[in-house]
Antibody, heavy 119, light 107 residues
Framework: QVQLQRWGAGLLKPSETLSLTCGVY????????WSWIRQPPGKGLEWIGE???????NYNPSLKSRLTISVDTSKNHFSLKLSSVTAADTAVYYC?????????????WGQGTLVTVSS | DIQMTQSPSSLSASVGDRVTITCRAS??????LNWYQHKPGNAPKLLIY???NLQSGVPSRFTGSGSGTDFTLTISSLQPEDFATYYC?????????FGQGTRLEIK
């Protein structure tokens, strides 16, 4: 049973860079894509982007200019960096496994972490 | 981006009721449609993938149907643990997009 565990700063000031890392424990790391998804307070879910074992990425165009997703295959970790944050980036951030066999889907999720952007 | 629209936005029902949630895509997505259940403080949980396939471990009272632009999630007999928010999500193209959610509340 795969487990995803994320860590990173929970409180940022405007213009700072949001940085989160998700560790993958159990199961295969190389057979999947790994995604970041967020949920602003009181709103729905927004897909941020994904990466695979070899570093191939897909980003949400709405965030692409500020976004970097990277992978550390030696540790089975993947990371999110979002630069120049504003209050609009305040959200619960989730990491998730993307199953690409058949219809792509997020079949395992880590617990969310609230990231607050406030001066 | 493909827009996903769910209806209703909220729904009140009783234990034992049959409920149906609808999801409409702004363009045809074939059967590239997934459903998730989300409870406060928890991570979302995959229920249905590829429009009608039940994820392992999910009770059979959950069924999905549809193709093209119109999809439904049906819960045949509501249980207390089913009161949550439900999201549809398309995987036909990137960016992956979600519906706005349907909040299922106890009547």
């Amino acid at each position: 049973q795969v487990q995803l565990q994320r860590w990173g700063a929970g409180l940022l000031k405007p213009s700072e860079t949001l940085s989160l890392t998700c560790g993958v424990y159990g199961g295969s790391f190389s057979d999947y894509f790994w995604s970041w998804i967020r949920q602003p307070p009181g709103k729905g879910l927004e897909w941020i982007g994904e990466i695979n074992y070899s570093g191939s990425t897909n980003y949400n165009p709405s965030l692409k200019s500020r976004l970097t997703i990277s992978v550390d295959t030696s540790k089975n970790h993947f990371s999110l960096k979002l630069s120049s944050v504003t209050a609009a980036d305040t959200a619960v951030y989730y990491c998730a496994r993307t199953m690409y066999w058949g219809v792509p889907r997020f079949d395992s999720w880590g617990q969310g972490t609230l990231v607050t952007v406030s001066s | 981006d493909i827009q996903m629209t769910q209806s209703p936005s909220s729904l009140s029902a009783s234990v034992g009721d049959r409920v149906t949630i609808t999801c409409r895509a702004s363009e045809s997505i074939s059967r590239y449609l997934n459903w998730y259940q989300h409870k406060p403080g928890n991570a979302p949980k995959l229920l249905i993938y590829a429009a009608s396939n039940l994820q392992s471990g999910v009770p059979s009272r959950f069924t999905g149907s549809g193709s093209g632009t119109d999809f439904t999630l049906t819960i045949s007999s509501l249980q207390p643990e089913d009161f949550a928010t439900y999201y549809c999500q398309q995987s036909y193209s990137t960016p992956r997009t979600f519906g706005q959610g349907t909040r299922l509340e106890i009547k």
